[in-house]
């Protein structure tokens, strides 16, 4: 089994505040993928990486998968209230369905 | 719509019962999965269809659980005698086609009592 264990698992910091989280496994995928994801909602993709070491920023926010594929990170920049929400890591195992880490639920308080 | 809806978006249900939980994913996508998150947790494949037929179903945890696309399109998620421990978000996603990005729905909390 494919597992992806995201830390920390909670995060509360002050408005203005940088931060990282961390997704990570054993197993090489073939893509990662972040997702944000609001009470009631559905996981809201933020960005795909397949490529190993690649880099993808998304205004504040930018994301890195590992040289090897098995690890990303997204560090966010002058966190904001708005940026509150449960991020997941997600990796691809080709045609079949995503297997994601358990979150972290990050607090942006003003 | 423009996304993938989900009905009905909250479901109460007691022991034992059987619920039916529907996903309209969006136009022209032929793929769709479904997922079950707990509270806490990330969501859990469940099983996913191109098509009409179930590629793979090896995420249903049991017999009790069951999916159909029978026209292509629609899906719904069926779930005989359930129990506390079904109770959960069920997640749909869609997409273009199998390795395409997935655009989930709001989910149907499903509560068991």
């Known amino acids: 089994t494919q597992l992806l264990e995201q830390s920390p698992q909670f995060l509360s910091i002050q408005e203005g505040e940088n931060l990282t989280v961390y997704c990570n496994s054993s197993s090489v995928f073939s893509s990662l993928q972040w997702y944000r994801q609001e009470p009631g909602e559905g996981p809201v993709l933020l960005v795909t990486v397949v490529t190993g070491g690649e880099v993808k920023k998304l205004k504040r926010l930018t994301f890195q998968f590992g040289d090897a594929r098995k690890d990303s990170s997204l560090h966010i920049t002058a966190a904001q209230p708005g940026d509150t929400g449960l991020y997941l890591c997600?990796?691809?195992?080709?045609?079949?369905?995503?297997?994601f880490g358990k979150g972290t639920h990050l607090i942006i308080q003003p | 719509g423009a996304g993938v809806s989900q009905t009905p978006s909250n479901k109460v249900t007691e022991k034992g019962k059987y619920v039916e939980l529907r996903c309209d994913p969006i136009s022209g996508h032929t793929a769709l999965y479904w997922y079950r998150q707990s509270l806490g947790q990330g969501p859990e494949f469940l099983i996913y269809f191109q098509g009409t037929g179930a590629a793979d179903d090896s995420g249903l945890p049991n017999d009790r659980f069951f999916a159909v696309r029978p026209e292509g399109s629609v899906s719904t998620l069926k779930i005989q005698r359930t129990e506390r421990g079904d109770s959960a978000v069920y997640l749909c996603a869609s997409s273009l086609d199998l390795r395409d990005t997935q655009y989930f729905g709001p989910g149907t909390r499903l509560t068991v009592l």
């Open positions: 997600a990796g691809g195992r080709g045609a079949d369905g995503l297997t």
